[in-house]
Structure formats: structure tokens, C-alpha cells
């Protein structure tokens, strides 16, 4: 049996897990993995393998960014693929994210149809 791909996904708002886990498993047959913040993740890394991170940008006590950082300073990590979601449409703010953490953002509210692929095309670069 081939092995699913893994996204590990990080958001503190549980509608927007419930969506993805529909969306990702459902639609798009990922395996998933989800975690309602930074912490819970950073505490339950064990066994994971993603093949991509899909981090929420503003959650309280540790952002995507800094939860982004953190992972990348752990070797298994540190060229794991990372897309963030976030509410902020400004483009700039945006770009900045692409130049320096070199990630994909997908913007918040996400088409939950059009995510799978969206991850699909990130993986298969």
C-alpha cells in the first residue's frame, strides 16, 4: 500500500481544523495531522513525518513564524515544506513571508476544494 502523504496542521481556530481535516483527508486523501497550537505540536513531534507543514500565521502564545523557526532548527525539519495561512491580505506582508522563511501562504477564508490541490502543487515542485 503506498504511504499517504503526511500534512501536519497547526491552527488555534477549530472550525478551521474541522474544515481542513475534511477538506485534506476526505477531498484530497492526505494523511493529517492536526494541532490547535505551536506547543501541542512541539510537544508531540514523535512520530510524526510530514511531508508538509500547514501553519495558521497568528496564534496566541507562539505564531506560525516563531513555531516555523523552532522546527526548522530540528535536523528531521529542516527542509520539510511549510505553507502558512493566513487572514492578512496584504500582499506585502505576504512576500515577505515567501523571501524570508522561503514558504507558500494560502489566504484565509481557503477554497476547502481547491486546498488538496493547492498542497499537491507545493509538494510536487
Known amino acids: ?11 488555534d481556530d477549530a472550525d478551521i481544523i474541522s474544515i481542513a481535516r475534511m477538506s485534506l483527508e476526505v477531498v484530497g486523501g492526505f ?3 492536526q494541532f490547535n497550537s505551536a506547543r501541542a505540536l512541539l510537544d508531540n513531534l514523535t512520530g ?13 502564545e507562539m505564531d506560525g513564524v516563531e513555531l516555523l523557526r523552532e522546527l526548522r532548527k530540528l535536523d528531521p525539519y529542516k527542509e520539510t515544506p511549510a505553507v ?6 496584504d500582499q506585502a506582508f505576504q512576500e515577505t513571508l515567501i523571501g524570508w522563511y ?3 501562504c494560502i489566504t484565509k477564508p481557503f477554497d476547502p476544494i481547491a486546498l488538496p490541490d493547492q498542497l499537491n502543487a507545493i509538494l510536487n515542485r
Do not use: G, W
Request: hydrophobic letters at 55%; a negative charge.
Open 102 to 104: 522561503k514558504v507558500d
Open 1 to 11: 500500500m503506498e504511504r499517504k502523504a503526511q500534512v501536519v496542521h497547526v491552527d
Open 84 to 89: 502558512f495561512m493566513t487572514a492578512k491580505t
Open 31 to 33: 494523511d493529517i495531522a
Open 48 to 60: 510524526l513525518e510530514p511531508d508538509l507543514f500547514l501553519l495558521d500565521v497568528m496564534m496566541p
